[in-house]
């Protein structure tokens, strides 16, 4: 086992993370490496600990320590309003932006046909039965401006109408082909602010 080994490991797992190229990852991992007591061994320690404790929330698909999440628990939000996101990254970067004050329910995805995501490889059943049971007044589709977050937006729209829920999308702003996580505050708040009905 040359003594490279684990460098080149580190390295390795770190260039699959998002945005570190092998490059990006080589650098951290060298200032990690210059710096142990102070950098590698307490991101070691905070991994642990969060692989350990962190879970998805029963309710919204939120990652928290906690099942109900901190935002399910929150007696302060606006409890008839449902936003629907395809992952935890796009609830992130809303509750960044602070523009939604109610709550959350991540898809886990998008419909896709040639991917093979259909409608019982998200959470559309959850959503629709907390829609039922906790009679929300109304349900925000913040998907992606996609091919597939548009098949998924009218799918939901289809199952939601039944249920009476006001059913609404964001509005323009957001644009074709992005992803809400690498959008800014601005331009997430104004499409919020300007959402309007599926």
Known sequence: MS????????????????????????????????????????????????????????????????????ICRDPRRERGVICVVEGVADLWALERAQVHRGLYHVLGGTLSALGGVGPEDLAIRPLLARVAEDGAEEVILALPATVDGATTAHYLTDRLRPTGVRVTRLAQGVPVGGALDVLDEGTLAAAVKARRPA
């Open 3 to 70: 003594e490279s080994e684990p460098i080149e490991r580190l390295v390795g797992l770190l260039a699959k993370l998002p945005g570190l190229g092998r490059r990006s990852a080589r650098r951290a991992v060298l200032r990690m490496l210059m710096q142990p007591e102070a950098l590698m061994l307490p991101l070691a320690a905070a991994l642990r600990e969060a692989a350990e404790a962190v879970r998805p929330c029963a309710v919204c698909g939120n990652l928290d320590t906690r099942s109900p999440c901190a």
